[in-house]
T-cell receptor
Framework: GEDVEQSLFLSVREGDSSVINCTYT??????LYWYKQEPGAGLQLLTY?????DMKQDQRLTVLLNKKDKHLSLRIADTQTGDSAIYFC??????????????FGKGTHLIIQP | DSGVTQTPKHLITATGQRVTLRCSPRSGDLSVYWYQQSLDQGLQFLIQYYNGEERAKGNILERFSAQQFPDLHSELNLSSLELGDSALYFC?????????????FGPGTRLTVL
């Protein structure tokens, strides 16, 4: 079955880069997503990457995909206090008639130290 | 603001009761997804509707049901509520089902069962 794994916590100093990692098991995953959830709020889509891509950059965000190792990472450059949140990795598998719901990891709590 | 609206924001009820959660998708989106976020299970996909028809089922209990109306808004009905049903319930919408669409999440409804 599908499974997405993430570390629960990551602590970084303000101004440093944050790298949040994720591994997934479903080799038929077509799209991989990063969502951000701030306390008491909903899920905000940050970025996504198609499985035939290796990298995607969007301002301070860089997504790297290693399809062979089923490893996805999100790098946030120049981390700010406003980046403090829970970051979820999610995959959408090639449904082929099956579910198009996303499978989420448990989320990584990003803690920013001053 | 994702453009997806959910009501109510908070709901407190007792065990054995029935509640209805409402979701209005982004303008133009045909697909609606429901997710449950709880401390022990994390974020789980429940069910998806596309243009009024059920498209896919995830980990949805038999006590739960949903529908999508002609105006594309959706309702999630939870009956015979148990303490363990206390959770955040998110609705998401996308333009099409699967493929290149991405899901945009509403702010969620926090359900507390006492």
């Amino acid at each position: 079955g599908e499974d997405v794994e993430q570390s629960l916590f990551l602590s970084v100093r303000e101004g440093d880069s944050s790298v949040i990692n994720c591994t997934y098991t479903d080799s038929s995953s077509t799209y991989l997503y990063w969502y951000k959830q701030e306390p008491g709020a909903g899920l905000q889509l940050l970025t996504y990457i198609f499985s035939n891509m290796d990298m995607k950059q969007d301002q301070r965000l860089t997504v790297l995909l290693n399809k062979k190792d089923k490893h996805l990472s999100l790098r946030i450059a120049d981390t700010q206090t406003g980046d403090s949140a829970i970051y979820f990795c999610a995959e959408m598998a090639d449904s082929g008639g099956g579910a198009d719901g996303l499978t989420f990891g448990k989320g990584t709590h990003l803690i920013i130290q001053p | 603001d994702s453009g997806v609206t959910q009501t109510p924001k908070h709901l407190i009820t007792a065990t054995g009761q029935r509640v209805t959660l409402r979701c209005s998708p982004r303008s133009g989106d045909l697909s609606v997804y429901w997710y449950q976020q709880s401390l022990d299970q994390g974020l789980q996909f429940l069910i998806q509707y596309y243009n009024g028809e059920e498209r896919a089922k995830g980990n949805i209990l038999e006590r739960f049901s949903a529908q999508q109306f002609p105006d594309l808004h959706s309702e999630l009905n939870l009956s015979s509520l148990e303490l363990g049903d206390s959770a955040l319930y998110f609705c998401a919408s996308s333009v099409i089902s699967g493929g290149t669409d991405t899901q945009y999440f509403g702010p969620g409804t926090r359900l507390t069962v006492l």
